[in-house]
């Protein structure tokens, strides 16, 4: 049998079964979009679409065009009406007029980026990471900081990041050294690499700063802290204080984003943040955390909310661009299949695997980022605040956000090809999202220093399990592992498999689209994978420093591998439970089309690890991908109705090619083809005069 005789025949009895599945279970494919719509709008559904109903003011929406300045100036005017609608004080303390709503404030500061993403981010520097930095590292003394903050009074920037140092925020090299006489700490920026860079507000509109700086008092250097610091006033820089303005970026321009250095600045005692760390007038320094590093970890971990948001932002961009890409693909015409009727973008199979897999993503990522929301607010709320449950989140944090990032640049620039020259137009705002969202995946923590971080957690988790354990339970885990080794090494489960198929793809398919099946596959991988790595690093406990960070090193791409696997397998578990909740008949049946499009199409996107290790016959790796394409031509007819779901008026979408236009516009041209066939005018084509 050929090549393509035999893909014929596969996606036929891929068809044959999932017909028979409809037709047992009697469900009629629909989509009940209101219904769906409440399930994806999520925990803080209310707060969610009041703040999206507030996004549909103009006077919030980015502009093209404008000067550098111009552009600032918008986005500073921006955030005073966003002070004005009262959406800016959920997060703060009850006792400055704020309501302690972590949840809610996430949930209302991701809707910010379907109006002008420069204005979120710009908003998120003031009070995401300035105003909570005093918030989440203070302490109450410190609370009459807040108040100007929250009205705008204050703009401030949030200076961590050294250009010298990026990501390892440890080793930054700025100095606050306590002069116990003065009662004071000077700020001190020893040499250019420690000038603290890439700070929002600190081009052009900051006031004040949260400087992160090593502490030192009394000869002893306590590790970052951090401190309040002013920065300018009505006439510029203060003393001590140098900057320079960043400039043009390649997006997010409406944010003044500069470089700070400190000459000896000198502030009170009381501006330390000292909620984890202090200094008495003597000079001597306390902490209720005795270890440094642990200290450290701790004071990040408090500000792991920009990571949280940013995960929630990312996938309503990416729904955005899906929103507008599938509108057009249903309006589109171009090509004729055998009528004279051009086709439709969305009815090519190649058109829908561009953007209908990603459409399930995004759906996986939309319920995984509610349960991380849910998660952040119980720790924020002190509700679940263990220090488990704050290793638990920022670890989630640290998976999820990597992934929603880089989808939605992907998700973004093919929805940009997807819809051609229109795309790259301005106006139709894929090419501005792509590129206002592109350092996404930089700041807030690079993608890959975090899955690295989520490595190092799942490796530490599986070592858990032999810390305490008896020569007993070692030998017994050894022998297993090399037992499992031997069955797959062998193709023994393979085998397996396809005398289980009996040569039936239905068959594959029917065991492929079990949920237990897709579960067993994804955390095989995930668990295989750390194993593995842990037995190639386990020789490091008995090296020198320099010889173990080598052999790291040597294993630095599979730890990333294996965090992202693991990200990849919560996203699904929460798409899996999502699905549970949905009770409409004709939703669950299209909503289980798109869990199993997301599961198998990362079961495909690794098909090679799952061959090589024995996980799957070549029989069953060939029915991953039928099943898709199959189940692709099946979601085809309601991919209007799952983008419609996500709840995106014309006021969000501000895009003339997903307005309808692109429609009236097809119709014109058929229209005039038929009438003019119609009247015996028509010239008629060289073949048929041949």
Known sequence: M?????????????????????????????????????????????????????????????????????????????????????????????????????????????????????LQIKGGVQWGLFGSAIVQLGTERHHHLLPPIMNLEVPGA????????????????????????????????????????????AGRDGKAAVVFAQLVTKGVNHGVHALYVPIRDENGFLPGIQGEDDGWKGGLNGIDNGTLAFD??????????????????????????????????????????????????????SALGLAIAIRYGNERRQFTAGTDEEEVLLDYQRHQRRLLPRLATTYAQTFAHDELLRKFDAVFSGAEDTDDDRQDLETLAAALKPLSTWHALDTLQEAREACGGAGFMAENRLVGLRADLDVYVTFEGDNNVLLQLVAKRLLTDFSSKFKNADAGALAAYVVGQAAEAAYHGTGLRTVAQTIRDFGSTARSVKELRETNVQ????????????????????????????????????????????????????????FTRALEKVEDAGTKQVLSWLHDVFGLGLIEKHLAWYLIHGRLSPQRAQAVTAYIDRLLARLRPHAQDLVDAFGYSQEHLRAPIASGAEAVRQEEARAYYRDLKASGNAPVPEKKKR
């Not at 004080?89 to 709503?101: N, Q, S, W, Y």
């Not at 194993?531 to 990333?560: C, V």
């Open 2 to 118: 050929t090549d393509t005789a035999a893909r014929v025949k596969i996606s036929a009895e891929v068809d044959q079964h999932l017909d028979a599945a409809a037709a047992e279970s009697g469900t009629t494919a629909s989509v009940d979009v209101n219904g769906l719509n409440d399930l994806l709008m999520g925990t803080w559904s209310d707060i969610r679409r009041t703040a999206r109903e507030f996004a549909k003011d103009p006077a919030l929406h980015r502009r093209d065009g404008l000067s550098l300045e111009e552009q600032r100036e918008r986005a500073l005017g921006q955030l005073h009406l966003l002070v004005e609608n009262g959406s800016v004080h959920r997060a703060f303390p009850k006792a400055v007029g704020g309501l302690e709503d972590n949840g809610g404030n996430i949930t209302a500061f991701e809707e910010l980026v379907t109006a002008d993403p420069s």
């Open 158 to 201: 949030f200076a961590m990041t050294e250009i010298g140092h990026g990501s390892d925020v440890a080793s930054i090299a700025t100095t606050a050294t306590y002069d116990a006489e003065a009662h004071e700490f000077v700020i001190t920026t020893p040499f250019r690499a420690a000038w603290k860079q890439f700070l929002g507000n």
């Open 264 to 317: 000896a600045v000198r502030v009170p005692r009381e501006n330390l943040l000292n909620k984890y760390g202090d200094v008495a007038e003597d000079g001597t320094y306390t902490s209720a955390i005795d270890s440094p590093g642990r200290r450290f970890f701790t004071m990040l971990g408090t500000l792991v909310q920009g990571r949280v948001s940013l995960d929630g932002s990312a996938t309503a961009a």
């Open 519 to 574: 579960r067993e596959l994804l955390t095989d991988r995930v668990e295989t994978m750390i194993s593995e790595l842990a037995g190639r690093l386990r020789p490091a406990s008995k090296m020198s420093k320099k010889d173990a960070a080598d052999l790291f090193n040597s294993q630095q791409n599979e730890l990333i591998e294996a965090a992202r696997a693991h990200a990849e397998l919560l996203q699904w578990e929460a």
